[in-house]
């Protein structure tokens, strides 16, 4: 009897300790508020209120709370990701597919809607404040362009997604010039862990868009004409979601004097009570091309918001060492944020916006569209999911 | 509260054990009582009160049944005893439905109560089971209560009948099998998880890639048929696998609530193997009341009819569930004439010829059966099982990319596998025999419980990392 007792008092003294060194190290850790792997801001601990325990957001956020609090999170994580490749034989981990040291997220299948609704956005945009103006558009290829189908996994058409916003252009009678940046672009011109594209690799995509556009001529695009600039440790987004080890990048930023004089004006940092100044009024908020005070964790958890200093409605950068006196207008994604710099010795001023942060019927209000080149580019999978442009 | 959540595995589980142990056995079924309550409140906060309610009104009307027993008042309370748990069953579940589809009077109900519908059968029983003098009444409040709340089968069975725990509840644990209860619910209880987080969970998302799709092609409608069944094989039994072992830690023996359904060779040995505790309340209240199989035929015939629109119904109410209900009333009544009309005839096949088509007869059905459960509509389900044929809207003959399909089956075959091979005893029959070999060697006893221990170890971690993951919530700067 007593040989049996202890014989079962092995598994429940293990579960008890394990049960009890979770506990124990949740009680003793302290709380972070930040995780670095996930990029975010990890939930607090709930407070305990009639409303909150009647209506259920104390259960549910408290949930939360302990999910991502709890110990060895990131470990635990990537444990769950090697049962799903090397056990379960999955070829993704939460959509995350790893190949030559790339990762990417899948994307697909082509949503024409979604394409169609782009066109539509974007010939309601040129109807209603630049009826007149050259219009360009390109799209940015992601990685899976570069790596899907020739390892096996779905991706979505992209001579049929560019078929459809082709077709939807030419169908609107406006007149609309198209640019392959595709061709320019290979898998190396991406950063490995995240899904941008890297900025010191852009020179070939930049002469191609600077020639479309007509200011071919007034662009340095060589190596030897910038200074590079090492951002170590940069663990792109796909680093988190794939939870398995993966060597950080390196976000290589480029400066030349025409950069450093530049200065940008961005909405979000320059609205007080409701009240907005502008980039060439006084009193506005000025910040230079890069920002290098969004590399610490209180400001961004992104290390590529040194581009711009990251997501915002409209920015204006005023480039006075210009060649030109031309004004450039992107719609863009945050791709444009490490590219648009490389524009800066064609054009006085380069506004971007970014539809996914104000609404279309808003932006005349800040920004003069009157002789501009205006240029939209969008990376497929924005174009495969515009429902967020507003 | 889930028991796949962390807050319920490390948090409320530990402090349960903890406090239950902690006190005499004469407190246990207090804290028993106020532990179920916590669970169940932590998911209805404002329902617990009307579950409170139910145990007061069931207990103090049995009472008085009791009490009145000789009397036309104490029948009076024994249907009240039983109607008014229905009553609520009805209003919160069923109102709504037959509203629509009787007067066409379209409304809005309060939410379903998490488990109603466990524990208004668990009540019914328990004043049936009274009435009829198959149980002595419950005198104590907590003991009755803490029978009705039992968290471990609170919200998805199985369902326990009062007799079947009555005498932990009334007498406690039995001290010589604490160890060896203890050991087992915590083995089982890890399984159960496991079938739960690790399989129908995963199983789950690739059903969800595949209706993803607008369109797709016939191979993999029929591995989305095959995983639906699978997913919900695996969450229910799984389910049940860790109410059982969470019985065996507090001393209780529930009853079993899955015997490998899908190894059955006919559909009422389906149903002797699936969800049985439920095909057993049916069958002891309903379809033995109303005389079972010894009347005339066509009375037989609307007995089962009954007996399985109820148990359609009891899933959901939804034209879904019912139809689906019904296609096991007729499969049985067909099962049971083919049996008898094959019992003087002379037919021999050979057993494993026999046993190959009884076993794909069964599983078609079972597919079948599942799309119709899983689906919202009628339509829904139509055009999944058009789809399992090569044709309905679900195909696309000019949408479907093979290489698409072909790659959504490519990743998740490893998990199909495992599940199909998971749902037969194989796993089972393959570690009694490993445990048989290694008990006949030195040390192989020893070898046997380190094999528990990690096993059950590994399947914890395993659960905790992928229940960890699944709140993985990037921040992506728009996706990028």
Same mark, same amino acid.
């Given at each position: ?6 014989k ?50 104390f ?50 299948p ?171 009024e ?26 711009l ?13 210009a ?6 207008i ?13 524009f ?22 800040y ?23 507003k | ?7 319920? %595995?490390?948090?409320? !589980? *530990?402090? =349960?054990? &903890? @406090? $239950? /142990? ?9 804290i ?47 249907? %009240?005893?039983?109607? !008014? *748990?229905? =009553?609520? &069953? @009805? $209003? /919160? ?27 208004t ?9 009274v ?10 409040f ?18 326990v009948? $009062? ?69 919900? $094989? ?65 009375r ?83 055009a ?79 659960c ?17």
């Open positions: 009897m007593r040989k049996g007792r202890q079962h008092r092995v598994i429940i003294l293990t579960l008890l300790f394990y049960m009890a060194g979770i506990v124990l190290v949740f009680t003793l850790c302290s709380s972070k508020t930040i995780s670095e792997s996930e990029r975010r801001r990890l939930a607090q601990k709930p407070k305990l209120t009639a409303a909150s325990l009647t209506d259920k957001s259960m549910e956020d408290m949930e939360t709370y302990l999910l991502d609090h709890f110990p060895f999170r990131d470990g635990l994580r990537r444990i769950k990701a090697y049962f799903a490749y090397d056990v379960l034989r999955q070829k993704e981990n939460n959509d995350i597919y790893v190949v030559d040291g790339y990762a990417s997220k899948l994307e697909y082509l949503d024409g809607a979604s394409v169609r609704r782009l066109a539509g956005k974007m010939t309601s945009l040129k109807h209603q404040y630049f009826p007149n103006q050259n219009t360009w558009y390109a799209m940015v290829p992601d990685k899976n362009y570069f790596l899907a189908e020739q390892n096996g996994y779905p991706s979505i058409d992209y001579t049929q997604m560019t078929g459809i916003l082709m077709q939807e252009l030419e169908d609107s009678g406006q007149n609309w010039n198209d640019m392959d940046i595709s061709s320019s672009l290979d898998i190396g011109d991406y950063y490995r862990t995240d899904t941008h594209w890297r900025q010191e690799q852009l020179f070939d995509t930049a002469a191609k868009i600077g020639e479309a556009l007509g200011v071919g001529e007034y662009l340095k695009l060589q190596k030897a004409d910038f200074e590079e600039h090492a951002i170590e440790n940069f663990y792109g987004v796909y680093y988190g979601q794939a939870a398995l080890p993966m060597k950080p990048d390196t976000i290589i930023y480029l400066t030349d004097e025409t950069i450093e004089k530049a200065s940008v004006w961005n909405l979000e940092e320059n609205i007080l009570d409701g009240k907005v100044t502008m980039s060439e006084k009193g506005a908020v000025l910040k230079p091309v890069y920002r290098l005070d969004k590399l610490t964790e209180e400001m961004s958890l992104d290390k590529y918001d040194v581009f200093g990251g997501a915002s409605s409209i920015q204006v950068i005023q480039s006075p060492l060649a030109t006196d031309k004004r450039l992107i719609f863009r994604d945050s791709y444009t944020s490490s590219l648009a710099p490389l800066l010795e064609a054009y006085r001023e380069i506004t971007l916006v970014d539809l996914r942060y104000i609404s279309s019927d808003l932006i005349g209000e920004v003069d569209f009157e002789g501009a080149d205006i240029l939209f580019l969008y990376s497929t999978a924005v174009v495969n999911h515009a429902a967020v442009l | 509260m889930l028991f796949s959540s962390i807050t319920f %595995l490390y948090f409320f !589980l *530990p402090c =349960a054990v &903890l @406090f $239950y /142990f902690m006190v005499p056995q004469k407190g246990r079924n207090f028993l009582f106020v532990m179920s309550l916590l669970f169940y409140a932590w998911g209805e906060p404002v329902y617990v009160l009307l579950m409170l309610m139910q145990i007061v009104i069931s207990f103090v009307l049995v009472l008085l049944m009791d009490r009145f027993r000789e009397e036309r008042a104490g029948r009076a309370f024994y249907m %009240l005893s039983v109607l !008014l *748990p229905f =009553a609520a &069953l @009805f $209003y /919160f579940k069923y109102f709504h439905f037959f509203m629509e589809n009787l007067f066409g009077i379209r409304i809005k109900t309060a939410a379903l109560p998490i488990g109603i519908s466990f524990y059968f668990q009540i019914a029983s328990y004043c049936i089971d009435w009829h003098g198959r149980v002595k009444r419950q005198e104590n907590i003991t009755y209560a803490a029978y009705v709340t039992l968290f471990p089968q609170l919200v998805a069975g199985p369902i009948r $009062y007799s079947e725990i009555e005498q932990t509840l009334v007498k406690g644990m039995d001290s010589s099998e604490l160890y060896g209860s203890l050991e087992q619910g915590i083995v089982r209880f890890a399984a159960g998880l496991g079938k739960k987080v690790l399989i129908a969970n995963v199983i789950g998302e690739f059903a969800a890639e595949v209706l993803a799709l607008e369109q797709r092609g016939i191979a993999l409608s029929w591995a989305y048929a095959i995983a639906v069944s699978l997913q919900i $094989y695996f969450d229910f039994s799984g389910y049940s696998d860790m109410a059982i072992g969470l019985g065996n830690i507090f001393g209780f023996h529930f009853p079993e609530n899955f015997r490998y359904p899908f190894i059955s060779k006919s559909i009422s040995e389906f149903w002797r193997r699936w969800h049985i505790t439920l095909g057993a309340w049916f069958r002891d209240y309903v379809y033995i009341p109303l005389g079972g199989n010894r009347v005339r035929m066509i037989w015939i609307f007995n089962i009819f009954a007996v399985w629109f109820l148990t359609g119904l009891w899933h959901g109410a939804g034209w879904n569930f019912i139809l689906w209900g019904l296609m096991f009333a007729v499969l049985l009544v067909m099962e049971k004439g083919c049996s008898r009309l094959s019992a003087g005839a002379d037919i021999s096949f050979p057993r494993y010829i026999a046993g190959f088509f009884r076993h794909l007869y069964v599983a078609a059905v079972i597919i079948i059966s599942f799309l119709i459960f899983q689906n919202d509509t009628l339509t829904g389900a139509f999944d099982i058009q789809a399992l044929a090569g044709c309905g809207s679900r195909i696309g003959h000019a949408a479907v990319k093979p290489e698409m399909d072909a790659y959504l089956l490519r990743n998740r075959i490893g998990i199909l596998c495992i599940g199909l091979i998971g749902s037969t005893p194989v796993p089972l029959w393959l570690w009694q025999r490993a445990q048989e070999r290694l008990n006949g060697i030195r040390f192989g006893a020893a070898a046997v419980r380190l094999l528990r221990v990690l096993f059950t170890a590994v399947l914890l971690l395993l905790t990392a992928y229940l960890i993951d699944g709140s993985f919530n990037p921040f992506l700067y728009f996706r990028f």
